[in-house]
């Protein structure tokens, strides 16, 4: 393949990995199972947490599983596109990246999506099982300690670089792409919780189950 067509085709497949990540199963789900918009209540935000505030545990399951496989195969599909098509290296990393961001401002909703926890889970469960399932871990831990889905967010969002840094095994010069991609995406979510951070501080923050808590 030469190479203005390997960049030109790499450039394809991240702008695929976007558009994947912008279908909004949130409200795919809640229209097919007949509930209300999620945008429309609770804390606006598409993603399962909030579905799961309209009491169907069904319907937050998934919407949890289908915001976590676009991320699991459009990763899963570049890595395999990068090596078998010989695309440039920054194909793997930028789909990662392209397929949070597509969820954070997905297309299809005017670019106002979800905080992206797990879509996260599914990149990262691409870019290494392991990763994925410690970084599964760290959120079920907090979130079973303290029924705070936000903070059980917060802290696998912070040890998730961490995570890939101390236990990838793969040379820091071919991993130095996945592991920017990595923190890009932590900090993409730390600061889609910043209310949620407030909220924490201030003791209003709700628990999983609950409604929504008035301001």
Known sequence: MTSSLSVLSGLVVVLLSY????IPFAVVVSRLMGLKD??????GNPGATNVLRTGNKTAAILTLL????????AVCAAGYLQESQGLPD???????????????YPLFLKFKGGKGVATALGVLLAISPWL???????????????????LAALLAAVFAPLYHIFGSNVAWERNTSVTLAIFIISALLISRHGANIQRLLQGKESRIGEKKKTR
């Open 19 to 22: 558009l994947a990540g912008s």
């Open 38 to 43: 999620p945008r429309t209540f609770g804390s």
């Open 66 to 73: 289908g915001d976590m496989a676009k991320g699991l195969v």
């Open 90 to 104: 920054w194909v793997f990393p930028a789909s990662a990246l392209a397929v949070f961001l597509g969820h954070l």
């Open 132 to 150: 994925g399932l410690a970084t599964a871990a760290t959120w079920l831990i907090v979130a079973y300690a303290t029924r705070y889905s936000s």
